[in-house]
């Protein structure tokens, strides 16, 4: 089956820097996506990683271990606006299909 | 360059009703797919189109159908409404099926069945 794991909540505070680990293991691999959503939005598509390592955008980035079944996003200086819930997806060997995780909740506090 | 767009964005429907719902993908994508989601299930992959034929579908009974025109509109029907439909139901659009490509998502219609 498939599965993909993150941490439910995490909190941290203005200016800090913050990571946030998935864990997945899926049948095939065809990317690893990251996607932001405010409370009653549309997930907002934040990154993508296919081969291993570090991909950098501005204040946030996403490394992925293909080996390890591993990736994490990374926010820093981070602000109020935040505060959201961070989606981790695998593409698996079927591509026209994303596995989602449940979701961690990012509050950001002042 | 427009996004996903999807219609309507609120619907609210009695138990038994059936529903349709739009999604119209970004110029050029031609696969699109659709997701439920709600607080206790997170997102639920239902189905994918691409070249308006269905090419994957999620475990869900069969009230939930969908269809993709010519130009890779694609509509979502529920049939039967319960209770339990009631929820957040996405659509992502994405470039090509072949490498998969970045999918991005629609605003969502956000379902409610009383």
């Known amino acids: 089956g498939q599965n993909i794991d993150q941490p439910t909540e995490m909190t941290a505070t203005e200016g800090a820097i913050v990571q946030i680990n998935c864990t997945y293991q899926?049948?095939?691999?065809?990317?690893l996506f990251w996607y932001q959503q405010h409370a009653g939005e549309a997930p907002t598509f934040l990154s993508y990683?296919?081969?291993?390592g570090l991909e950098e955008k501005g204040r946030f980035s996403s490394f992925l271990s293909r080996s390890k079944g591993y990736s994490y996003l990374l926010l820093k200086e981070l602000q109020m606006k935040d505060s959201a819930s961070y989606l981790c997806?695998?593409?698996?060997?079927?591509?026209?299909?994303?596995?989602f995780g449940r979701g961690t909740q990012l509050t950001v506090w002042p | 360059k427009a996004g996903v767009t999807q219609t309507p964005r609120y619907l609210i429907k009695t138990r038994g009703q059936q529903v349709t719902l739009s999604c119209s993908p970004i110029?050029?994508?031609?696969?699109v797919s659709w997701y439920q989601q709600t607080p206790g299930q997170g997102l639920q992959f239902l189905f994918e189109?691409?070249?308006?034929?269905?090419?994957n579908k999620g475990n869900f009974p069969g009230r939930f159908s969908g269809r993709q025109f010519s130009n890779s509109r694609s509509e979502m029907n529920v049939s039967t409404l319960e209770l339990g439909d009631s929820a957040l139901y996405l659509c992502?659009?994405?470039?090509?099926?072949?490498?998969?490509?970045?999918?991005?998502f629609g605003q969502g219609t956000r379902l409610t069945v009383v």
């Open positions: 992502a659009s994405s470039l090509s099926s072949e490498d998969g490509g970045i999918a991005f």
């Open positions: 899926t049948s095939g691999f065809n990317g």
């Open positions: 990683n296919v081969l291993d």
């Open positions: 997806a695998v593409r698996g060997s079927t591509l026209g299909r994303l596995y």
């Open positions: 110029s050029g994508h031609r696969s």
């Open positions: 189109y691409f070249s308006e034929t269905q090419r």
